[in-house]
């Protein structure tokens, strides 16, 4: 697969991604190289990617606990006291090879430490192949608040190795296809057509939908790399979706949620309010719920549960003025941004997805 270049970023896949790797790494005179891992990357990804790592350079590994709960400005500050610790100087590389959470947070570590040191990431995950790969979002949440606290930085490189997909559990997997789905809805039918029959893909078939995805990400950043305009259209799902994901995250009586599994959740009611507010087609609502929740099974929202996530859209980084704004659909490929929806419609949102 051809790589591609995104702003400040080239992104590498499979075959291309090591020899551009020691060739970046040959070419700088970086003085350290920090590897950011969290057990399950140190596990299963970390020896396969140093066996293809030609360099002489001091290398240390950095572990940090997995998982969304983990992704805090405490655990920055403790990166940030190893850096300090190993003797990290402006002149380090870091490399972060994990999902969304490490690919966030360690470009943000790398971006603020020292006033901003070179990295690399090393996307693991399918979620963080399609998502986290381009735009340069790091950064972490602010308690069970997604995202709250980064800068927009890009890394030197992004490398896209597929064959770590294969070290994923199924729930990863469909975490990651959640953002692909979503890929589609805001594209075009063509996309979208691809994911018809979810039974039917191939990891080979992955490869080119996650070439494809990213190339769908890299024109729409690119366009809009701060998020004024069209890039907010990449948030299709995300306005509801981040408030379960963050309601399920800091509830103890509930099972915390992957975020493609919460944008999933997220698709299905913002595709029920576009059919009330832009006469988007009834019937495609229904396919893309059936489809949706026939891959990613139900999750029950109590209608108790309603106003407390209804609570937590006002923490949206869409929000302006006070105001709540979703993505919609007009049709499959025509995403509506800055749309204002009453809390009514939202409360029959989650009840088409609970009936």
Same mark, same amino acid.
């Given at each position: 697969?051809?790589?591609?270049?995104?702003?400040?970023?080239?992104?590498?896949?499979?075959?291309?991604?090591?020899?551009?790797?020691?060739?970046?790494?040959?070419?700088?005179?970086?003085?350290?190289?920090?590897?950011?891992?969290?057990?399950?990357?140190?596990?299963?990804?970390?020896?396969?990617? %140093?066996?293809?790592?030609?360099?002489?350079?001091?290398?240390?590994?950095?572990?940090?606990?997995?998982?969304?709960?983990?992704?805090?400005?405490?655990?920055?500050?403790?990166?940030?006291?190893?850096?300090?610790?190993?003797?990290?100087?402006?002149?380090?590389?870091?490399?972060?090879?994990?999902?969304?959470?490490?690919?966030?947070?360690?470009?943000?570590? &790398?971006?603020?430490?020292?006033?901003?040191?070179?990295?690399? $990431?090393?996307?693991?995950?399918?979620?963080?192949?399609?998502?986290?790969?381009?735009?340069?979002?790091?950064?972490?949440?602010?308690?069970?608040?997604?995202?709250?606290?980064?800068?927009?930085?890009?890394?030197?490189?992004?490398?896209?190795?597929?064959?770590?997909?294969?070290?994923?559990?199924? $729930?990863?997997?469909?975490?990651?296809?959640?953002?692909? %789905?979503?890929?589609?809805?805001?594209?075009?039918?063509?996309?979208?057509?691809?994911?018809?029959?979810?039974?039917?893909?191939?990891?080979?078939?992955?490869?080119?939908?996650?070439?494809?995805?990213?190339?769908?990400?890299?024109?729409?950043?690119?366009?809009?790399?701060?998020?004024?305009?069209?890039?907010?259209?990449?948030?299709?799902?995300?306005?509801?979706?981040?408030?379960?994901?963050?309601?399920?995250?800091?509830?103890?009586?509930?099972?915390? %949620?992957?975020?493609?599994?919460?944008?999933?959740?997220?698709?299905?009611?913002?595709?029920?309010?576009?059919?009330?507010?832009? &006469?988007?087609?009834?019937?495609?609502?229904?396919?893309?719920?059936?489809?949706?929740?026939?891959?990613?099974?139900?999750?029950?929202?109590?209608?108790?549960?309603?106003?407390?996530?209804?609570?937590?859209?006002?923490?949206?980084?869409?929000? $302006?003025?006070?105001?709540?704004?979703?993505?919609?659909?007009?049709?499959?490929?025509?995403?509506?941004?800055?749309?204002?929806?009453?809390? $009514?419609?939202?409360?029959?949102?989650?009840?088409?997805?609970?009936?």
């Amino acid at each position: 697969m051809d790589s591609i270049t995104a702003n400040d970023s080239i992104i590498h896949f499979n075959e291309n991604c090591y020899n551009s790797l020691n060739k970046h790494v040959s070419e700088h005179n970086f003085s350290k190289i920090f590897i950011l891992v969290d057990e399950n990357t140190h596990q299963y990804c970390l020896a396969q990617f %140093l066996e293809k790592l030609e360099t002489t350079i001091t290398i240390e590994i950095i572990e940090i606990e997995s998982g969304e709960i983990n992704k805090t400005i405490d655990t920055c500050v403790g990166i940030w006291n190893t850096l300090s610790e190993l003797d990290a100087d402006r002149k380090s590389l870091m490399i972060n090879i994990g999902g969304g959470v490490i690919t966030d947070m360690g470009g943000f570590v &790398a971006c603020t430490f020292k006033r901003g040191i070179a990295y690399i $990431n090393v996307p693991t995950s399918l979620l963080s192949m399609v998502d986290a790969s381009v735009g340069g979002k790091t950064g972490v949440d602010l308690g069970s608040l997604k995202n709250q606290i980064g800068v927009i930085s890009n890394p030197n490189l992004v490398l896209i190795d597929t064959n770590f997909l294969e070290t994923l559990p199924k $729930n990863q997997m469909r975490s990651g296809l959640a953002e692909m %789905l979503k890929h589609g809805l805001i594209t075009g039918e063509s996309y979208w057509s691809n994911f018809k029959d979810l039974s039917q893909l191939s990891l080979n078939d992955l490869d080119e939908l996650i070439h494809e995805s990213v190339m769908i990400k890299k024109h729409v950043v690119e366009e809009d790399p701060y998020e004024n305009g069209l890039r907010k259209t990449l948030n299709f799902g995300h306005t509801l979706g981040h408030a379960i994901e963050s309601y399920f995250l800091s509830s103890e009586n509930k099972t915390v %949620l992957l975020h493609g599994e919460a944008i999933a959740i997220g698709m299905i009611l913002a595709s029920y309010i576009s059919t009330e507010l832009l &006469a988007f087609p009834k019937q495609t609502t229904l396919d893309i719920k059936d489809l949706l929740i026939n891959y990613y099974g139900k999750v029950n929202i109590d209608e108790s549960e309603y106003s407390t996530i209804i609570e937590l859209l006002k923490y949206d980084k869409k929000n $302006n003025h006070g105001n709540v704004n979703f993505v919609l659909l007009e049709e499959i490929g025509k995403p509506k941004i800055d749309c204002i929806v009453e809390e $009514n419609i939202i409360i029959n949102a989650f009840k088409f997805y609970e009936n």
